[in-house]
């Protein structure tokens, strides 16, 4: 009856531990945890180490102009992001790319994020299927099909960078749609 029960308790725990879209690790070079594998944005907020995260978001102020575009334009389109939880052009971008999403009112389900340690590996090959070489990347899809990718910083600010992938998309879009009529 034990080994049956401490059976059970083993092969629960591996189900568990394969169910887990992400794992907490530690970094080598600062002793602090990292996450590595699919996030959310409430998964970086659930870590108190991660005040970064909280505080860039509330200190930014995007531009209303660029927002309004967005609403306009982003409702159809998704975004794949690479962050390191270790890196500092993370803990810059990442919580303006928040704060622009919220105002500009897309859906946190259009986002799908990884986690990477330092070596931008993933918790699966994702890193390699997307080919990341830098964190942050922030892909912006349409479909399958990849638009443009913001890596490591921008030109002008979040908003305007994600502005200009994506009504430079939409409108090549409904060009060539309104070509074929």
């Known amino acids: 009856m034990k080994k049956l029960f401490l059976s059970s308790i083993i092969a629960l725990s591996f189900m568990a531990a394969q169910a887990q879209d992400f794992v907490r690790e530690l970094d080598k070079k600062t002793d602090k945890v990292v996450l590595r594998g699919k996030i959310t944005f409430d998964d970086i907020r659930d870590e108190s180490i991660y005040k970064w995260f909280e505080n860039g978001s509330k ?5 209303a102009e660029a927002i309004e575009g967005l609403r306009r334009y982003a409702g159809n389109y998704r975004f794949v992001v690479f962050a390191g939880m270790w890196c500092e052009d993370t803990w810059n971008l990442l919580p303006k ?9 897309i859906d946190m389900n259009a986002v799908v994020m990884y986690g990477v340690n330092r070596r931008k590996e ?9 080919n990341i070489k830098s964190v942050p990347t922030i892909i912006v899809m349409m479909q399958h099909r990849e638009v443009g990718r913001i890596i ?14 994506i009504e430079k998309d939409a409108l090549e879009m409904e060009r060539k749609k309104a070509a074929k009529q």
Do not use: R, T
Not at 59 to 63: C, E, I, V
Not at 152 to 165: F, I, P, Q, R
């Open 59 to 63: 200190g930014y102020d995007p531009d």
């Open 97 to 105: 790319f928040h704060k622009v999403l919220k105002e500009a009112h």
């Open 122 to 130: 993933a918790l699966n090959i994702e890193h390699q299927f997307y």
């Open 152 to 165: 490591e910083s921008v030109n002008k600010s979040m908003e305007a960078d994600l502005l200009n992938l």
